[in-house]
């Protein structure tokens, strides 16, 4: 079993900054990748980042140079710095961890990119 909190959602204006984070307790040592991915109204749940225990990274093409995922393996913690921000990016991001062919989602967290 694996537990994801996420925090450090809220309302920002286009063009600021917010930056994520997912702590993960449990079963942590099966961890490998650790990810975000976002759902907005209306629309279906998809990958936003990701990131190995190694460091490698992916990134979705619409957050690309914006967006910089990050992670701390000694806390057992995954970043999200997300820097000129669209009302586009308005949605509910969750942190996620696939173990074992099993995701593992954390509750949300809500950002609003709004003037």
């Known amino acids: 079993q694996v537990r994801l909190v996420e925090s450090g959602g809220g309302l920002v204006q286009p063009g600021g900054s917010l930056r994520l984070s997912c702590g993960a307790s449990g079963s942590i040592l099966s961890i490998n990748i650790m990810g975000w991915y976002r759902q907005a109204p209306g629309k279906e749940r998809t990958s936003v980042a990701n990131i190995t225990k190694g460091g490698s990274t992916k990134y979705a093409d619409s957050v690309k140079g914006r967006f910089t995922i990050s992670r701390d393996n000694a806390i057992n913690t995954v970043h999200l710095q997300m820097n000129s921000l669209k009302p586009e990016d308005t949605a509910v991001y969750y942190c996620?961890?696939?173990?074992?062919?099993?995701?593992?989602w954390g509750k949300g967290t809500l950002v609003t990119v709004s003037a």
């Open positions: 996620n961890a696939p173990v074992y062919g099993i995701d593992y």
